[in-house]
Structure formats: C-alpha cells, structure tokens
C-alpha cells in the first residue's frame, strides 16, 4: 500500500471511529449560534470537506487549526517509525501559495499564506465568510518551482505562480542582506526544456521582472569579511575575556597589551596558545579550567572528527609498522592538542621575538596559568606531593623534603618531567635546572614472584630442548 492510500485510509478510519468528527455537519447549527460558519477545504490538501469554523478566524487560523486535526488523526494508530514519518511528510505537502478562495458573493481572492507569514500582510489572510471555499493548488515544487540563492537572507525554493515577478522573490526570501553593499544586479540561470541547455542572464535588480517557470536567481556580492574575529584569554592576565582581531592581521603581543598585560601571578614559562581545533578538554585537566564554564571554547562534536581526519591523513602514504602504532597514535593526538603551544612567553617583550609578532586566528585560545610554586614528587617516596619551589635547589633537594626514597625506588632511573614540554629529563645523566611547576618521578624496582622466575626459565629450556632434538635429528640424517 503506498502512502497517499494509506493516508486516505487512515482519516477514512477516523471519520468512522470517531463519529463526533464526521458528524460536525448535524451540530453546524448549535455552533451557528455561537458565531460559527461553514467553510469547505478542497484540492490538494490532507483533509477535504466542509467544517464550521469560527466567524473571527482567518483563513489562516483556520488551514493551520485543519492541519493539525488531520495530522492527530492520521498519526495516532501510525506505530511504524518509517511510515510515521513518510506519512508526516506527505501530510505537510501542502501548498501556501496560489490558494483560492471562493465566495459565494462570486468573488475570487488568490492568497499567498507564505507572504503573510513572512512579513503579516493580511491582504493574503482575510476573515473567513459563511460557506467560503478553499481549494489548495497541486504543491508540484518539483517542476512548478523558481529559486533565490546568494546574498539573500533566507533563500530556498519556491512554488511558481504565473504572474510573479522579482519583487516577490525578494519578498519570499526576505530581502537582500543588509550585511552586503551595492548588490544592484542579478544573476538569472534558465534551462531549456529538456534541461540540456542553459542560459545565464545578468539583469539589474527590476522588482516588475516578470519570472518565468525554472528560474534560478542568484544574488551575488564580494564576501563581506566584518565578521567578529576574536581571541579568548584566560588566566594571569589584567583584563581576560575575548579579545576582538582582525583577519590575519593581529598579533599575539597586540592581544596581550589589550588585556593590560601579565599580572603578577602569570607564568609564562607553562603560557600556551591553543589553536580553535584544539581539543578544550586539555585545558581541563592541565590547566583546571572547567569547560562548563566555558561552553564557547569548543563544540565537543568536533573533538573525534578533527582527530579521526587528521589520524587518516598521517597515516595514508606512511611506512609506520604495527609494532608503532600505539605510540604514533599518540604523538600524533599530542600534535593536533597542541597546536600553536611551542611558543615562549618569556620573549614577548622583545618586538624582533617570533611569539611577539605571532600572528593569531580567529577563535584561537589563549591560556596564561598562575605561578605555581612547588615542584610536584611521586613515586618511590615516603611523602609524595607538592614540595615548596626554591630556586637553584637540584633535585635531590625536592626528594630530600619528600621524606626520601623508598625501599624499592630505583634511583639511577629517577626523571625531572618539565612543566612545559612534559619531556623526561635523568638529572644524573645531563645539568637540569629544576623549575616551578616540575614534576620529579622516582620509579620502582620492578620485583617478581619465584612463579615467574619458573615460567620464564621453563621457557628458555623449552627452546633448548627444541634446539636440540633439531640437532640429534640433523646428526641421524648425516650418519645415516
């Protein structure tokens, strides 16, 4: 059964189990007196007949009160999801423009419901009169169509009317955006009638235009590059909040004097600029910003797109085996997260400094965190934690504080984790100067059980053996 079947069947359905609806006719007269009046829908709409309606509707108040009584109808018994939802297109399909209304005084008013919704001109939404006829127009958008695209402020589609003119186009779709200066002219593409041939015409803009069946307008004008370009600085700064830019054109040093420049507390050592495609959630864990009070860094739908993409780039034309894969995953997530965070604050000042003459993008994220002074020690100590920064002291000093090492701490292994590269540094194999933000990691010996001690030796015997049985058998083979 298709859908036009099924949709008559339904609100033949309705009309025989709800008895109140069809008989609306036998209480015509009680409502009558109550102000009521009889108008009839017919054509292409989803409920055709006569029903009363109210002497102070419109006829829009009315179409609109008869559509959703079809739609209630017809979709209560629909349990489907996949016919639901034909079904409710096909009810929708209906016409706005073109509708005719007959009345019995001869009269004949062409309404536009689509004009009067746009812009309230009730010239295409009258009072309704007793025994008015409604008759919708085939809604054959497909064929019987113009469309307006381009600098528009809402372009789309529209059913053709013989008699229209450029001037309602332009009503249909709003206008031209304001945001665009000297649009005076207009693009008209028409195709022939076997659409093998097109013909592009460049009119100036004439509202008495006369449009013909299949015209596409398209309105055109130079980008308008006024957009609100802006960057979000967060932290140590004087004045933080987002920060307005040009395209192209505005430099990290420029942002930061706009925001009154560093405070006190502002550590540019772990200072970063974050790229707009950069994942927000990194600033949460690094930098303890609370996303939830930052809803406008970033739309977490991007957050897997951009990495999938980018993971799908690098590795098309790679030669990574599967042996590294797990770790090129992760360097390259670490590319995409911190794109842009090389720079170092400590050289702003100097104007001749690449970060002072960095020039920032549009939704860029500028992130200066407070000093923090401590140095951060975990692992094999006794008192793991936050120990207090002093400058010059190596790291033996920040173990010492943590109550020294433990029993199992292995302490050729230990490794200074830079605050703002996170690079692992052995202070006994190279001169490394402790920083404010730090981390200091004390590994532990790796102990195993007598279990493990068995099963790794049964395995070297179990290859020995194999070893030599291939030996005695090659010896057997020679001799013999």
């Not at 230990?414 to 540094?425: C, D, N």
Request: hydrophobic share 40%; with cysteine.
């Amino acid at each position: 059964m298709n859908i036009k079947a099924l949709l008559c069947f339904s609100l033949l359905f309705f009309l025989t189990a709800y008895p109140q609806f069809s008989q609306e006719k036998n209480v015509k007269s009680d409502l009558m007196g109550a102000g009521a009046i009889s108008v009839t829908i017919g054509g292409n709409f989803p409920l055709n007949g006569t029903f009363p309606a109210f002497i102070t509707e419109r006829v829009d108040e009315f179409v609109s009160r008869m559509y959703a009584q079809a739609v209630d109808l017809t979709l209560k018994v629909i349990s489907d999801p996949v016919i639901y939802r034909k079904l409710k297109e096909e009810l929708s399909n209906y016409a706005l423009r073109g509708i005719k209304l007959k009345r019995t005084s001869g009269e004949e008013l062409i309404l536009d419901l689509q004009k009067f919704r746009l812009h309230g001109d009730f010239t295409n939404n009258p009072y309704l009169k007793n025994d008015d006829v409604i008759i919708f127009p085939t809604n054959d958008i497909s064929r019987n169509f113009f469309s307006v695209s381009g600098v528009v402020n809402n372009g789309g589609i529209f059913l053709f009317l013989e008699g229209d003119k450029l001037g309602d186009a332009l009503e249909l779709v709003d206008g031209i955006n304001p945001a665009y200066e000297n649009v005076d002219s207009v693009e008209v593409s028409r195709l022939s009638y076997d659409g093998q041939t097109e013909t592009i015409l460049k009119i100036k803009i004439d509202k008495n235009y006369p449009i013909q069946r299949g015209d596409r307008f398209r309105f055109i004008a130079p980008e308008n590059q006024r957009r609100n370009f802006a960057v979000s600085v967060i932290g140590e700064v004087n004045i933080p909040g987002f920060v307005p830019i040009t395209k192209n054109n505005t430099t990290l040093y420029k942002v930061i004097q706009s925001c009154g420049g560093f405070t006190p507390q502002a550590s540019l050592k772990r200072a970063r600029v974050f790229s707009k495609n950069s994942l927000a959630i990194l600033l949460e864990k690094q930098y303890n910003i609370k996303l939830d009070e930052q809803a406008d860094l970033e739309d977490p739908r991007f957050r897997n797109t951009i990495l999938n993409l980018e993971l799908a780039l690098m590795y098309r034309m790679s030669n990574v085996v599967i042996e590294d894969t797990n770790y090129f995953n992760l360097e390259n997530q670490l590319r995409v997260l911190i794109e842009g965070s090389s720079l170092d604050f400590r050289k702003i000042e100097d104007p001749s400094s690449d970060i002072a003459n960095y020039i920032v993008q549009n939704g860029d994220i500028i992130v200066i965190p407070q000093i923090q002074n401590s140095v951060y020690v975990f692992g094999q100590v006794l008192r793991p934690g936050h120990v207090t920064f002093i400058e010059g002291k190596d790291y033996n000093y920040y173990v010492n504080v943590a109550s020294g090492l433990g029993e199992l701490a292995v302490e050729d292994d230990i490794m200074v984790i830079k605050a703002g590269s996170r690079a692992w540094i052995s202070p006994l194999r190279e001169n490394v100067e402790i920083e404010e933000g730090d981390y200091i990691y004390v590994p532990k010996e790796n102990l195993r059980s007598f279990r493990s001690y068995v099963f790794e030796y049964s395995v070297y015997v179990s290859l020995l053996a194999s070893i030599a049985a291939i030996l005695l058998s090659l010896v057997t083979i020679l001799n013999n």
